[in-house]
């Protein structure tokens, strides 16, 4: 079956980085548009980056553009987001998703992995 997990989380002072990763099995990695969300606590799923099957520029939420830089290694069947200057209102758990059917903004992907969290301090 599918598999998606994601590591790299952690607490990080405001201005600092991190890196997440996620490691996919059980599909064709590079055939699938491979995206992160992120769910603050009491507010909704939000979309924060993909990168495309097709390999293309990444997309970003306007929220963390400029800061954070998806990019995937179809090698190693992994995708990564680095996090740069982040910010106390970036805490959240981020997954990462797999999809080949719908829009890339979407928050229906098909494949989810299990999250990571990450919390900034002030």
């Known amino acids: 079956q599918v598999q998606l997990v994601e590591s790299g989380g952690g607490l990080v002072q405001s201005g600092g980085s991190l890196r997440l990763s996620c490691a996919a099995s059980?599909?064709?990695?590079?055939?699938?548009?491979m995206g992160w969300f992120r769910q603050a606590p009491g507010k909704e799923r939000e979309f924060v980056a993909v990168v495309s099957w097709t390999g293309g520029t990444p997309l970003y939420a306007d929220s963390v553009k400029g800061r954070f830089a998806a990019s995937r290694d179809n090698s190693k069947n992994t995708v990564f987001l680095q996090m740069n200057s982040l910010k106390p209102e970036d805490t959240a758990v981020y997954y990462c998703?797999?999809?080949?059917?719908?829009?890339?903004?979407?928050?229906?992907?098909?494949?989810w992995g299990q999250g990571t969290q990450v919390t900034v301090s002030s």
């Open positions: 998703a797999a999809d080949q059917t719908h829009a890339l903004r979407s928050l229906r992907y098909d494949f």
């Open positions: 059980g599909l064709t990695f590079i055939r699938y548009n």
